[in-house]
């Protein structure tokens, strides 16, 4: 079983950079492909990006390949998303997930889900 914290989230004005961090445990997290959601008031949660079990392999939502990149780091049980020139509509809270295939985009694929994290863009 894999256990998913999310930090880094907060409240950031148009333009400005924003690093996501989720933090996992349990020894099998270098085992799991990774993922970031998003999931805005009112919108359905949707796929931002997804990334192998061992960081070779990333893939993104067309819209935002370019602006964020996801990567992680097995030693330190961690996965990130780093987001720049944030707009007013990636305002959302941010999910991350673990699968146990790799470069699924689907909620149902991902076992398991932290609480989220808000981020909040001001124009």
């Known amino acids: 079983q894999v256990q998913l914290v999310e930090s880094g989230g907060g409240l950031v004005q148009a333009g400005d950079s924003l690093r996501l961090s989720c933090a996992g445990s349990?020894?099998?997290?270098?085992?799991?492909?990774m993922g970031w959601f998003r999931q805005a008031p009112g919108k359905e949660r949707e796929f931002v990006a997804t990334?192998?079990?061992?960081?070779?392999?990333?893939s993104y939502t067309d819209s935002l390949r370019g602006r964020f990149t996801i990567s992680r780091d097995n030693a330190k049980i961690t996965l990130y998303l780093q987001m720049n020139s944030l707009k007013p509509e990636d305002t959302a809270v941010y999910y991350c997930?673990?699968?146990?295939?790799?470069?699924?985009?689907?909620?149902?694929?991902?076992?398991?889900w932290g609480q989220g994290t808000q981020v909040t863009v001001s124009s």
């Open positions: 997930a673990a699968s146990r295939y790799g470069g699924r985009r689907q909620i149902y694929d991902y076992n398991y």
């Open positions: 349990g020894r099998t997290f270098r085992d799991y492909a």
């Open positions: 990334i192998s079990a061992t960081g070779a392999v990333t």
